[in-house]
């Protein structure tokens, strides 16, 4: 046990004399959050019992890698398996049962009662502090058919889908466009399957905007993998899956990926208070209704970084971090609370996509102001070979400047980026201030400016009034009111795409060519750098004029968004 002179230990402990009497822990649920509890809390108590009740027959697998392993990139399926029961208890003294679920919680009598999955044993297991962590459950919709699907979540979903993918099938439908979704389509076209995505929703990975999220359906088109959104299915047949337009789509394999619900059921029938989006209800230390249950992980509702409220949050990393924080609060640390952003990124072939915080569609849903700035950077210097443009987006508030939420897609250091800002939300870094952060360069990994300080100059020209933004959406009804649209990239950019109505001038001949003002213009160059100084210019030329925010590619995607077609995109930069 942790020595500690703090007086909230003694809170801590309260009800076990741990003095005198190792503590009795039972984790259910020996994956991420329940694994990270238990052996934090071996390192910090010698003396505690501690039994991990698991129900399938693996501990500590990594979930993650399910998808790449299907896909063959992953070849042993020892690999994905980081522990055993045996070397859990060599190394940490740790009482390991698989296929063990536990079916009831005693809060009462502080019991545990479990069966073995083969239904041949059954017991009992008193705790001083129960630990839950039984993740979540694959959502499976009453759609006929749909016992037939194959879902990805288990060490066993996975050798299932594996050995299906061994029979070569020809044509696989997966249902659901979400990052397990999305890798689990790469991975069986991989496999020369030819693969359809099917979505319901407008576009794939909901996490990302509209204008973002596109880039990536054009990757799997380019990927030859079709895209289907915005179209439900009706029903799972021998063939494939039929949509409720009528549409038939080939799959001799069809893989559910629509979704997850937390797997509160145990905690529900302990009378373990649920919160309101049916996750089980913890406090800041991860403590249930009752003081001696914690719950982590997929299972629990989290406090939301951006909005404060409880949120479904379903990522190793959190519940990892929460395992964690519950070892800490049962040894006798003070831990800090954890709130999560919901910091996620997927490969998608040789695109990256990654998104932090809050997205423009929750913001505008919330009624939450903010301010949305895209940009188009390369992810290191230009001069350097080898330099890939990504797509960047920031979102803040218009206030105060706090970062609301960022999202990146791209070939190239999109992860890197997306971690930045990431910790600059967690560290209270204002949007303008990114500008500040003296991030490592040389030209193989960045450029002097990085993308990220860009963003916060971008935003200190928003904030500061420098210079005016418009955005996409914010288009039409200008040029309605008026407004004269002018593109100022060179001729040859213009005459290989632009946005209908816009007359050219390019920038280096802005001066000679427009007459001065008054007039009101809406000015864009490809990514919105040579239309921030044509704007500044037409200013001073006594123009009313706005810069459109990422220029003629965020457009570009955006009504490649707004018109479901992401072929549009295959082959253009990012
Ligand atoms: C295919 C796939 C890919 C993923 N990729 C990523 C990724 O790239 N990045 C990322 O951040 N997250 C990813 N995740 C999500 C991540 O794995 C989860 O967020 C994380 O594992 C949640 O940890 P947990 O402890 O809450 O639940 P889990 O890790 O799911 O563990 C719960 C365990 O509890 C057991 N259990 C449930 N009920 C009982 C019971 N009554 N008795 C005994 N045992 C029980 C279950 O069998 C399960 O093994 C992925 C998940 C999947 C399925």
Redesign the pocket.
Known sequence: MVRSSSPERAEHSEGVDRASEPIRVVV???????MSAATRLRRLDERAVITV????GHVSYA??G??YFVGGVIEEEDDLLLQTPASLHARFRLDVRVG???VGIDTGHHEVSFVSTTGRATGTLRYDKLIL????VPVRPPIPGFGRVRV???VEDAEALASDVRGTPRTAVVIGAG??GLETAENLSRQDIVVTVVEAMDQVLAPLDPEMAVLVAAELEANGVEVVTGAAVAEVTDAGVRLADGRELDGELVVGSVGIRP?AR?AELAGLAIGPHGGISVDERNRTSDPDIYA????VEKQDWVGGAPTLI????V?NRQGRRVADDIGGLMPRPTRSLGT?IVKVFGLTAAATGWNEKRLREAGRPYRALHSHPLHHAGYYPGAEPMALKLLFDPDDGAILGAQAVGRAGVDKRIDVLATAIEGGVSAERLADLELAYAPPFSSAKDPVNMLGYMAENVRSGACELVSYDELDPLISAGWTLLDVRTEKEYANGAIPGARNVPVDVLREKIRTGPGRLVIYCEVGHRGHTATALAHELGFEARNLDGGYRTWLAADAAAAGAPRRLVGMPL
Request: proline share 5%.
């Open positions: 259910v649920g020996g994956v991420a959050g329940g009740l698991e129900r399938s979930n993650c399910l998808p063990t679920e536990v962590s039984p993740g979540a990805l979540r288990t990052f397990i797997d145990l982590v992980g997929d299972a379903a990522l190793a990393n519940a996620a």
